[in-house]
């Protein structure tokens, strides 16, 4: 708890079931919170109030923001445990104020309602522990009464007595009712803060949400431009390879028709220059029998002759 002389006092109140050696503590923002740092956090009281089992009076300044978590400390204030919730916010009026918090809880409505349940509760507490305080205070009056004979007589006197604690437990029910009136009011106000704030929660959330949906569609348009570019550029580049493909085949074939062509007109060549010389050799023979005719015909008319010759001679004889 604060030591520090301070213009109010908050009571806080939570409900946490620790182990054996371990504290629930709490720490916030302020310096006398330790300013986050769980070795200076306010260790709690383990006291059960309702259903509450952890408090701590502090003393800080009027009108003070306070942002604060609860926390489970050990012997040495080493951190074992962070409440699961986000930071809770506390706006501080200028008048002693109570607060009852559930352990983690981010429902603003149930904790409220949860509140209320505790005030309900800790209000009859105290009325009780009122009427128990009245009634001893009566019953010691009696005792002294009856233990002092000049009092046993002085009715007046105790029912004054009576009547003065009965105006003090009225007077301590009515300040008990006035704070818890202003308790509830103060709870209307801070649900409808809390409204309001979950209200612009959402319309940022919604905000940002779009956002990311603009940007999601940006970046989807984005890839499906990038892919249908890269598409295209991938069709382009199978189209030119097709026809450099298609080409080359096409210049295969050409040189393959060339080649053929080629052969084709080395093999007609081959067989005209075979046929040429066949029809040489063919003339050639036809030449050399001419000639062998011719020369045997001549043989044969010489022959002849001298045949014809010889003839005449016997017959000239």
């Known amino acids: 708890m604060d030591k520090h002389v301070a213009d109010i006092k908050l009571t806080f109140l939570v409900h946490f079931n620790t182990a054996v050696g371990q504290t629930v503590s709490i720490t916030g923002n302020l310096p006398s919170f330790g300013e986050w740092d769980p070795k ?3 260790r709690m009281e ?6 509450t089992n952890w408090r701590a009076i502090v003393s800080i300044p009027k009108n003070t923001f306070l942002e604060y978590k609860y926390l489970v400390v050990d012997d040495v204030g080493n951190a074992l445990r962070w409440e699961p919730r986000p930071n809770r916010e506390l706006q501080v009026g200028g008048e002693d104020t109570s607060v009852l918090d559930m352990w983690g809880v981010e429902d603003y409505e149930e904790e409220s309602r949860r509140n209320e349940e505790m005030r309900a509760k800790i209000f009859e507490e105290e009325l009780l522990e009122l009427e128990r305080e009245r009634q001893k205070k009566v019953e010691d009056m009696k005792k002294k009464m009856d233990d002092d004979p000049k009092r046993t007589t002085d009715h007046k006197k105790k029912k004054e007595e009576e009547e003065r604690l009965e105006r003090e437990r009225q007077e301590k029910k009515k300040e008990i009712e006035e704070e818890r009136m202003k308790a509830e009011e103060e709870r209307k106000q801070k649900l409808e ?12 959330m919604e905000e940002e949400r779009r956002k990311i ?5 940006r970046v989807r348009l984005e890839r499906t431009k990038r892919l249908e570019e890269k598409r295209k550029k991938l069709e382009e580049e199978k189209r030119r390879k097709e026809e450099e493909q298609r080409r080359k085949e096409e210049e295969a074939e050409e040189e393959e028709e060339r080649k053929k062509e080629e052969e084709e007109e080395k093999k007609r060549k081959e067989e005209e ?3 040429r010389k066949e029809e040489e050799e063919r003339r050639r023979k036809e030449d050399e029998e001419r000639e062998r005719d011719r020369k045997r015909k001549e043989a044969v008319s010489y022959t002849h002759l001298r045949a014809h010759e010889t003839k005449a001679n016997l017959v000239c004889r």
């Open 193 to 204: 803060e809390l409204r309001l704030k979950e209200e612009e929660r959402k319309k940022q």
């Open 273 to 275: 220059e075979r046929r």
């Open 46 to 51: 383990y006291k059960e109030i309702g259903d």
């Open 213 to 217: 949906e603009e940007e999601r569609e």
């Open 40 to 42: 200076f956090s306010i």
